[in-house]
Every structure is written in structure tokens, then in C-alpha cells.
């Protein structure tokens, strides 16, 4: 009988476009959380800033290092 005849099995083209969809989520995914890290140097420190709506989160001061912001999201930087 021949391959996918019956309905009973799944085409490898199934297969090999469900890897590319996998893969493609992935690699975006990656991209997109990587790219919500931000980073102070060693003699600053930021507010946050929401860049699309230009707000300013004025609760709290982040001092230097690596902070997960988001997207949209960087700092106000300001000398020690």
C-alpha cells in the first residue's frame, strides 16, 4: 500500500515543517529575550524608562549590572 494511503500515517512533509515552525519560534524567542537584557556599567546608575510611552519608573534606582527589562525597556543613565 502506499505511504499515506490509508490515513493512518503522518506525510514526513508534516514532520519536516512542524521542525521548521519549531525552530523558526525558537530562534525568535531567543533574539527576543536576549534582547531585553540591559547592562550598567560599574559607575552607573538607571531609571527605567518604557521607550514606547516615555514613562519613567521612579520606584526604584538600579545600580550597576545585568537587569531583564523587557522589551520596549531601557535606563536613564546617570553618573555616581
Known amino acids: ?3 499515506g ?19 523558526l519560534v525558537y530562534v525568535v ?3 527576543l529575550v536576549g ?3 540591559r547592562i550598567l556599567g ?4 538607571g531609571l527605567k524608562q518604557d521607550t514606547f510611552s516615555k514613562t519613567i519608573d521612579r520606584s526604584r534606582a ?3 549590572g545585568r537587569y531583564f527589562l523587557g ?3 531601557d535606563f ?3 553618573d555616581r
Open 35 to 37: 534582547a531585553s537584557f
Open 29 to 31: 524567542s531567543a533574539i
Open 5 to 23: 494511503a490509508c490515513g493512518d500515517e503522518t506525510p514526513d512533509i508534516v514532520y519536516q515543517g512542524a521542525a521548521g515552525c519549531f525552530c
Open 42 to 45: 560599574p559607575t552607573e546608575i
Open 76 to 78: 536613564i543613565r546617570f
Open 1 to 3: 500500500m502506499a505511504r
Open 62 to 64: 538600579y545600580e550597576s
Open 71 to 73: 522589551l520596549a525597556r
